[in-house]
């Protein structure tokens, strides 16, 4: 009876930790998309077409994927994230999958990285849209390697 008691005590107190939590990991199953991404600056709430930079390179691409994989995020809502981009500069990454941008049709996976290191996911994998998801921890080094790698000055 006793050993009964503590096998329940040891699986409640464990599903109390897992039900309480409701991280996620960045896992992209297709990352060797090798269509196009675009960066695009947006600051004050406006962008240019000098804020804005088409990468073809397939290695970098799915470098800028890799980067991202593994990184722990919780969900949010659209308001949320809305406001956290207008409070603040931010890069949006849009990944297609043909060799061009179409206006109007959906990216096939997208990120947006604000300047003070959140990242906020509106795709769990490549054409899987979902409701956002917005890192745990902020990440401030990790916009300046993606900047670096793609040799971006904006």
């Known amino acids: 009876m006793k050993s009964l008691f503590i096998s329940l005590i040891t699986v409640f107190v464990f599903l109390s930790g897992c039900s309480g939590k409701k991280e996620e990991v960045i896992q992209i199953k297709n990352n060797n998309l090798s269509g196009m991404l675009m960066v695009q600056k947006t600051e004050d709430q406006t962008s240019s077409e000098e804020m804005t930079k088409m990468i073809t390179d ?51 996976y997208s990120f947006v990285v604000l300047n003070d290191g959140t990242l906020f996911f509106t795709h769990k994998d490549i054409n899987s849209p979902q409701k ?7 990440h401030k080094n990790l916009l300046k390697e993606m900047k670096d790698l793609l040799e971006m000055d904006f």
Do not use: C, H, N
């Not at 691409?61 to 931010?90: N, P, Y």
């Not at 956002?132 to 902020?138: C, D, G, L, N």
């Open 58 to 108: 397939k290695q970098k691409i799915e470098k800028i994927l890799t980067m991202v994989e593994g990184l722990k995020v919780k969900k949010t809502d659209t308001d949320r994230m809305l406001a956290e981009m207008k409070a603040q500069d931010s890069y949006s990454f849009s990944f297609a999958e043909g060799d061009k941008m179409e206006s109007g049709k959906q990216a096939a």
């Open 132 to 138: 956002p998801r917005m890192t745990i921890e902020k």
